[in-house]
């Protein structure tokens, strides 16, 4: 079965500073992997996906992260950080490829300092 | 791009009352539409699986007879929650697979029975 864990549950950096957000993943396949991110009282926005193509994925905004099947990891990093950043962040895997159900971990909840 | 409306965006109702939520796909065909249902400071919980012109398939422990779905064309996908009670208070969110491993999630449901 796959499963998620994101490493913190809350994070807080300065802005202009990089952010890092873990990630670690178990998953029976291949799995795809994704990170999304909430504002407050609002839906939830791509930010990038992982499906077995280049293992360095870049997203929207600035974010990327880097597929490592050796570490089952899917860390989301930025190198500077913006105060419209602040936001929850959920690391999620794909059930049953690319039509299944959607696997979240908790969130890590990401605060930037001015 | 795809884009799943849902509405309301968000709802007061009494203590008993029933409560309906729509997820429309404004251009694509959904045929299959996911439900989930997330708790203040937690991470998103699926529901069910609600697939066009058949049963909703539900997580253990979704009551199916409190959340009714129904999915009777391929753009609308609706969840009623029946007899809500204080418990129920919760941001419902859908999402709708839209191709190769893209999922699009409606903006969300903000639910407060009272």
């Known amino acids: 079965a796959q499963s998620v864990t994101q490493l913190d549950s809350h994070v807080s950096v300065s802005e202009g500073t990089p952010v890092l957000l873990r990630c670690n993943y178990s998953s029976s396949y291949s799995p795809s992997l994704f990170w999304y991110v909430q504002h407050p009282n609002k839906g939830l926005q791509l930010l990038l996906k992982y499906t077995s193509a280049a293992t360095l994925v870049k997203g929207i905004n600035g974010f990327e992260a880097e597929f490592k099947k050796s570490e089952t990891s899917f860390h989301l990093t930025k190198p500077s950080a913006h105060m419209s950043d602040a936001a929850e962040y959920f690391c999620v895997v794909s059930d049953r490829g690319s039509q299944g159900n959607l696997i979240f971990g908790k969130g890590t909840k990401l605060s930037v300092k001015p | 791009g795809a884009v799943v409306s849902q509405h309301p965006s968000w709802v007061i109702c009494k203590s008993g009352t029933s409560v309906k939520i729509e997820c429309r796909s404004l251009d694509f065909q959904a045929t299959t539409m996911f439900w989930y249902r997330q708790f203040p400071k937690q991470s998103l919980m699926l529901m069910a699986t609600?697939?066009?012109?058949?049963?909703?398939?539900?997580e253990q422990g979704v009551e199916k007879d409190k959340f009714l779905i129904n999915h009777a064309s391929l753009t609308l996908s609706t969840l009623t929650v029946t007899s809500a009670h204080p418990e129920d208070s919760s941001f419902y969110i859908c999402s709708a697979p839209t191709g190769e491993y893209g999922y699009t999630f409606g903006s969300g449901t903000r639910l407060t029975v009272v």
């Open positions: 609600s697939n066009e012109g058949s049963k909703a398939t539900y």
